[in-house]
C-alpha cells in the first residue's frame, strides 16, 4: 500500500491469477487507510492517493486495473475529475463511493460542510425515510452540478438505474437542464436503456436487492467496462465484514458490495471483447 513503487507504464495484469492492481483516491485519510487495507485483505494490489492532483500523477506513472474515487475530494469535485480523465484518454474501470466513519472529517470546514449532507439520527434512532433519501442523492447532484457549472459546454450523457420513485425524481428535477438522463426503473429495461449509449457516467443504487444490483452491475459492465459508475448509497466498514456494503438499506438485503463489484469490474474489463468498449 502507498505511492513509493518504481514507475512502470508496462506493468499490466491480465487475469486474475495475479492480484489486480487498484487505486483508491479517498479525501478522508482514516477512511483511505481502512479501504486500503480492505482491499489488500481480499487480494489487490493497492496504491493511495488523497486528492485528484494525486491521483493523476499516479495514473500518470503506473498501469491500474480499477479505481474508487471519493465522490467529492478536497481539491475537486469527483465528476469534474472524470472529466478531466476522458479528455486526457485515461480509460479504466472506476466505481465512485461515498464513505462513512465515525471519526471526523480532516477536509477544511468549508467542504466538510458539503459533504455533511447527511443529518445525524435523532436520540430515538430514527429520521424521515425522505431525509435519508435525500441526503444520498444530494451528494451526487452535487458534485454533478459542481462539475457542470465549471466547464458549462459539459453536459454528460447519464444512465440512472434507479427503482425508486422518489429518488429519481429528485435527481431528474436536479439535474434535467444540465445533462441528458436515461432513467431505467428496473433491471428489465436496463437492455433496452444500454442501447441508447454511449453514457459519460452510470448511477447505480447499490441498495436494490442483490439479484437485481449484481444483474444490473453486470450487464452495465459488459456493455460499457470503461464508464464510471456512480454507487448511490453511502458505503460503511462492518466489523469483521468480508465486504463493504451500502448502510441504511430499506431493501432487506445487503446491497452491492464494494469490493465485490469492484471484482467485477476488473474481470469484465479485462474479457469484453473490443467490440463492447465501443
Request: charged letters at 25%; glycine letters at 6%.
Amino acid at each position: 500500500m502507498g505511492d513509493n513503487r518504481t514507475p512502470d507504464k508496462n506493468d499490466k495484469r491480465s487475469d486474475m491469477g495475479h492480484s489486480p492492481r487498484i487505486l483508491v483516491c479517498e479525501h478522508d485519510e482514516a477512511l483511505r487507510i481502512q479501504l486500503a487495507r480492505k482491499l489488500e485483505s481480499a487480494g489487490f494490489w493497492v496504491d493511495t492517493a488523497g486528492n485528484a492532483r494525486q491521483a493523476l500523477r499516479q495514473l500518470e506513472c503506473h498501469s491500474f486495473d480499477a479505481m474508487t474515487l471519493s465522490l467529492l475530494l478536497a481539491d475537486q469535485d469527483s465528476i469534474t475529475f472524470l472529466h478531466d480523465l476522458s479528455v486526457l484518454g485515461v480509460e479504466l474501470p472506476i466505481l465512485v463511493t461515498s464513505m462513512r466513519t465515525e471519526r471526523a472529517s480532516t477536509l477544511p470546514t468549508r467542504l466538510a460542510a458539503q459533504l455533511d449532507v447527511d443529518l445525524e439520527l435523532d436520540d430515538d434512532g430514527t429520521e424521515p425515510e425522505w431525509v435519508r433519501k435525500a441526503a444520498d442523492q444530494a451528494r451526487v447532484i452535487f458534485a454533478i452540478k459542481t462539475a457542470c457549472q465549471r466547464s458549462r459546454s459539459y453536459q454528460p450523457r447519464i444512465l440512472h438505474i434507479e427503482p425508486d420513485a422518489f429518488n429519481a425524481g429528485l435527481v431528474n428535477a436536479a439535474l434535467n437542464r444540465n445533462c441528458t438522463i436515461e432513467h431505467v426503473s428496473g433491471v428489465e429495461r436496463l437492455p433496452d436503456a444500454l442501447c441508447a449509449g454511449p453514457f459519460d457516467v452510470i448511477l447505480l443504487n447499490p441498495s436494490m436487492d442483490e439479484e437485481q444490483s449484481h444483474s444490473a452491475l453486470q450487464q452495465v459492465s459488459w456493455a460499457f467496462p470503461g464508464v464510471p459508475i456512480v454507487l448511490q448509497s453511502q458505503y460503511a466498514f462492518t466489523p469483521n465484514g468480508s465486504d463493504i456494503h451500502p448502510i441504511d438499506n430499506d431493501t432487506g438485503s445487503i446491497g452491492l458490495g464494494l469490493i465485490e463489484a469492484l471484482r467485477q469490474r476488473v474481470l469484465y474489463n479485462m474479457d469484453v471483447p473490443e467490440v463492447a468498449h465501443a
